[in-house]
């Protein structure tokens, strides 16, 4: 930020701008005088030149002073204005607030007393709580301990049910997996009988290969002829044993598929007997957990008969007691009643004025509300149309063409001018817009009766350069036929220009001249729709001002600057009428305001007297509900036991139904679980031999199998023995003596192989022995389980026994406990809710609350004294506590605010004998100075001009300090009415004129005039220098001139000169000093 100071003191820019005021060096001040503003003071208005005169005259810092102060005075006002609403505001309050203290001291002094009570009250509850929730604790501590001894046993019971049901569950398991080795062993068996089947029949093969060997080898010694024969008999038996091997191949794939489905089912049926096995054992125990459930039910249904027995007796002594106190309610009711049924009376009286007050007070508001907005409506409805009215006849919105012919025809001067059209059509509001957009410029255009009447009219404003028009002379203007049709076919269409517009007949022809071939349209989209339809012929203008032009073009976005000239005419009239008819309401609406007001204060008299009747009848009614609640109470008490009592035994009613509903199901569900265990395990014998008859089939199947592959091997050995033999016999023919030789070998090679074939007979044999032994043993084994399982599920049987005893007993002790809890949780939560009312009334714990000692010997004295305290705190309604303390506070604001406006006012009236002072000065010494200038002005005119007269003046010389100043001026030789008809050199040297007036009323200590005598000629220049020069100036004159009249006068001259780029040179020469150095060497 800058900083400011004065001989080293820091100070303000404020300070600055005071200290230079009245010296002609400050902003406003005439030491500096630019290039080209010297005839400023000349060319401008008289109100316009008064800064440099106030500054000559040394009246600157006064106005500045008297400003600041008009400042201070306005600031003054305003805070006095604001002073004063704040002191309305808290006087209005001080009354109420004193009311309302007092009021709030008797409550706290009332309330202190209630607090002692209801601390001492609950404090002794507390007490007696406390001894009560120890003996319950210990009873609950004792059922707990029995509940976890019984728990305990019961978990041990389930840990030996859930092992038993787990090794019942493997028995079963370990027994279907024993009889699943059986099938596979006896599958293995199967298998083993059937190769020992392929083997013999290879043995049998072989023998038959020897046998045909052997007779081959007799056949060597056969013809040729014959060996022939037997190939072809051979060869027609290996075509006849091939048709027999297909047959077999496709009875073996047949047997294939029978034998895999029957293993699919039997697997199948493997898988749901263990299924149904896991069923059967998941349902053995559901039925142990029913009859444990029955048992506890019918346990717990006994214990609550029980206790349900005990509770009728104690419901018949509340009843009595009840009874007792409802006799003795009923007769201080009945007293109460009566005071009650007067109160009620006359509060309903009350009630009923106060909703008379309420809804006259509402209506009156209404009214009040209604009148002042009818009026401001009123007043907003003629300002309007004022408005409207304003540019109506400024004719704003209308070029200045327009209006000065408009005003000529009004004089009569100009004839048969009609006036723009806008003034000579009507429009419907919502075509306003369009039809104004589709007009453009033309809505300025100015209708006339004839031609010649336009031709006057352009000759005026060509003659008095007052702009351009068009003219529209009703005799010429003919319109061109809108040969378009079929618009309505199109949606959007709203119609023809013209057609929107109304205006007198004689103007019809010209507005169909202007609109007739104009389009409007809703939006501009259906606009631009038509237009394309039309092929760009027609121009379309939408209803919100948008335009698609004749080619394509589109004109759009806000609104035109003449819009509204349409509609103004018919706007003022419509404000016109709905400010009349506001009016007329505002009018019977405050008639109807004062009738409201006087029976409104009516009203108000009515109620006041009923609250002083209410008032008594309520101090009668304090004493008897004091007794009535000290009543009620103990009714109340009673009823609440009774209640309580009600509810335990409709709650054990519904527990007993629910308990023998739940036997009843357990029962039910016993017998379901019996019968669906039967089906189950007759399900599984049924399943089990299924599976059987299954392994039958399958073992006859792959027996069959088997017959048929040694069927088809065999046919196989006989076709190849037969190849054999044909190939034997081609080779006989060829060589017999060879073939025998290889016969021999044939045959030795067929008794090794057959010794082998019945080794592997043998050891097969014995496998199978093994096998039987196993199946053997298994089925042995399978045996041993089932006996396993049976004493297990008789063990499981007792364990579910033993556990629905223990059960049994759990619940028992498990509702005696829960009885208990249940009431230790009712004394814990009155003790919390004492606790609780403790701190959220008072902030208080038990212990805070012991030390202040209260202590109440009698409990029922204390509680009648809290009714009667509660009740005197009721009737003092509501209450302000902190009224007390905003009492003393908004006096002593009131006090101060008071103290406050008085000495704003001293400030007010100080400020004010202030500014009158200043004016008065400011007169004075303006006066003074100004006639001192004026006297200069026409010594220093007439020297500079070498003759003449000049003047100045005071336009309103009443007005001295606003008052503007005229400059009257006469030159030799010359008459010019006015001081914008002289030159420009004429200008600057009057100005120069007027500055050294000043200078020498109030002369600065240098001046600066920069190029001040560039509008001067030479003779003017050297008059100007002169005057400088030989006048007794105190000031130091430094001129920035290029003339040489000026320069010559100087007495130093200064230079600057650029001779190198960026180089600056300042050159000086001293005038006098040159011009004595001349005269000297010239002597």
């Not at 728990?151 to 840990?159: A, G, I, V, W």
């Not at 509702?815 to 959220?840: N, P, S």
């Amino acid at each position: 930020e800058s900083e400011y100071a004065i001989n080293g003191v820091s100070v303000r820019l404020k300070d600055i701008h005071e200290l230079f005021m009245d010296t002609g060096l400050g902003r406003d001040g005439y030491s500096m005088i630019g290039q080209g503003k010297i005839d400023t003071i000349i060319s401008s208005k008289s109100g316009e030149r008064r800064d440099i005169f106030e500054e000559a005259a040394g009246i600157s810092k006064y106005r500045y002073r008297k400003f600041e102060a008009e400042k201070k005075l306005t600031a003054a006002e305003d805070n006095l204005l604001r002073l004063h609403d704040i002191s309305d505001e808290l006087g209005s309050r001080v009354g109420p607030l004193k009311e309302q203290g007092a009021k709030a001291e008797r409550f706290l002094e009332l309330s202190e007393h209630k607090k002692e009570l209801e601390i001492g009250l609950w404090l002794y509850t507390l007490e007696n709580s406390k001894e009560a929730l120890r003996s319950q604790e210990s009873k609950i501590a004792a059922a707990q301990l029995n509940y976890r001894e019984i728990d305990d046993s019961l978990s041990e019971f389930d840990k030996k049910a859930e092992e038993n049901t787990a090794y019942f569950a493997k028995l079963t398991s370990d027994i279907e997996g024993e009889r699943l080795n059986i099938s596979n062993l006896n599958e293995e068996i199967v298998k083993t009988e059937g190769s020992v089947t392929v083997i013999n029949n290879d043995i049998e093969h072989n023998n038959q290969s020897v046998l045909r060997l052997e007779n081959e080898k007799e056949q060597l010694n056969l013809s040729d002829a014959a060996a022939k024969e037997q190939i072809t008999e051979k060869q027609n038996v290996i075509a006849q044993k091939r048709l027999k091997q297909a047959e077999y191949t496709e009875k073996q794939a047949q047997l294939d598929e029978r034998l895999k489905s029957l293993l699919s089912d039997s697997e199948s049926i493997s898988r749901g007997i263990e299924n149904e096995v896991k069923r059967l054992n998941e349902l053995t125990r559901l039925g142990a957990d029913s009859r444990v459930k029955m048992v506890t039910a019918d346990s717990a249904a006994e214990e609550i008969t029980a206790r349900t027995a005990a509770a009728e007796g104690k419901i018949a002594e509340y009843g009595g007691e009840i009874e007792r106190l409802s006799l003795e309610f009923a007769e201080t009711e009945k007293t109460l009643d009566e005071i009650e049924e007067n109160i009620t009376s006359r509060s309903n009286a009350v009630r009923g004025y106060e909703l008379r007050l309420n809804s006259k007070e509402q209506a009156a508001e209404r009214l009040k509300e209604e009148l002042e907005e009818l009026r401001l409506d009123a007043k907003e409805k003629r300002r309007r149309a004022q408005i409207l009215k304003d540019l109506e006849n400024n004719m704003e919105g209308f070029s200045h063409s327009v209006k000065a012919v408009t005003e000529e025809a009004k004089k009569g001067i100009l004839r048969g001018i009609r006036g723009p059209v806008s003034k000579l059509i009507s429009v419907d509001k919502k075509y306003s817009v369009a039809v104004e957009t589709a007009l453009a410029a033309a809505i300025q255009n100015i209708i006339t009766e004839t031609e010649a009447d336009a031709k006057r009219a352009i000759g005026f404003l060509k003659s008095n350069k007052g702009g351009r028009a068009t003219f529209l002379p009703i005799s010429t203007i003919k319109a061109r036929e809108f040969k378009e049709h079929g618009f309505n076919e199109y949606a959007g269409f709203v119609g023809i220009a013209s057609d929107l517009v109304d205006t007198n007949e004689e103007y019809k022809e010209i507005i169909k001249y202007l609109l007739g071939a104009v389009v409007v349209t809703e939006d501009i989209d259906s606009a631009a729709a038509i237009a394309k339809k039309y092929g760009y012929r027609v121009k379309t203008v939408s209803l919100d001002g948008q335009v698609v032009n004749p080619g394509g073009s589109l004109t759009g976005g806000s609104l035109a600057k003449n819009a509204g000239l349409l509609s103004r005419g018919s706007d003022i009239k419509r404000l016109e009428d709905e400010a009349a008819a506001l009016e007329g309401k505002a009018k019977e609406t405050e008639n109807a305001y004062i009738s409201a007001t006087e029976a409104l204060n009516e009203v108000k008299a009515d109620i006041t007297a009923e609250k002083a009747e209410i008032t008594t009848a309520n101090e009668d009614k304090i004493r008897f509900l004091t007794e009535l609640k000290r009543i009620d109470e103990l009714k109340t008490a009673a009823e609440n036991s009774l209640k309580q009592l009600k509810e335990e035994k409709l709650t054990s009613e519904e527990k007993l139904t629910a308990l023998k509903e739940a036997s009843a199901k357990a029962a039910k569900d016993i017998a379901e679980l019996d019968g669906e265990k039967t089906a189950v395990q007759s399900k599984i014998d049924e399943m089990t031999g299924g599976r059987e008859d299954l392994n039958a089939e399958r073992e006859s199947t792959a027996e069959e199998i088997t017959a048929v592959k040694l069927a088809a091997i065999e046919l196989q050995k006989d076709i190849e023995a037969a190849e054999q033999s044909a190939r034997d016999l081609s080779l006989m023919i060829n060589g017999r003596a060879q073939r025998t030789a290889e016969i021999e070998k044939e045959l030795n090679a067929l008794a090794d192989k057959n010794g082998e074939l019945k080794l592997k007979i043998d050891g097969a044999n014995a496998k199978i022995s093994e096998l039987k032994t196993a199946i053997s043993n298994t089925e042995n084994k399978i045996g041993e389980l089932l006996t396993a399982r049976d004493k297990t599920e008789k063990a499981g049987i007792e364990l579910r026994s033993g556990e629905r005893e223990q059960t049994a007993l759990r619940e028992k002790i498990s509702g005696e406990l829960a009885r208990l809890t249940e009431r230790k949780e009712v004394m814990l939560k009155e003790y919390d809710d004492v606790i609780k009312q403790l701190y959220d009334e008072y902030q208080l714990t038990r212990t805070e609350a012991e030390k202040i000692g209260i202590k109440i010997d009698k409990p029922s004295e204390a509680k009648k004294t809290l009714a009667e305290i509660k009740s005197k705190i009721r009737s003092l309604g509501s209450v302000n506590v902190s009224a007390i303390e905003e009492y003393k506070e908004v006096s002593e604001r009131y006090e101060f605010m008071t103290a406050q406006i008085n000495d704003v006012e001293a400030t007010r009236a100080e400020l004010y004998k202030l500014i009158n002072q200043l004016t008065h000065q400011m007169q004075d010494i303006f006066t003074e100075g100004f006639a001192r200038i004026n006297e200069n002005f026409a010594k220093t005119f007439t020297e500079l001009f070498g003759g003449g007269q000049a003047s100045l003046s005071l336009s309103e010389p009443e007005n001295v300090l606003e008052s503007g100043i005229d400059i009257n001026v006469k030159l030799p030789g010359k008459n010019v009415p006015s001081l914008d008809g002289l030159s420009g050199g004429e200008k600057a040297l009057i100005a120069l004129s007027i500055y050294f007036a000043i200078m020498r009323v109030n002369a600065p200590p240098f001046c600066f005039l920069d190029e001040v005598d560039t509008a001067l000629d030479d003779i003017n220049v050297d008059r100007f220098a002169d005057y400088m020069k030989r006048s007794d100036f105190s000031t130091q004159f430094i001129c920035v001139t290029h003339r040489r009249g000026t320069m010559e006068a100087s007495d130093m001259l200064y230079g600057v000169t650029m001779q190198e780029k960026g180089v600056t040179k300042l050159l000086e020469l001293n005038v006098a000093e040159l011009e004595k150095a001349l005269l000297t060497k010239g002597a």
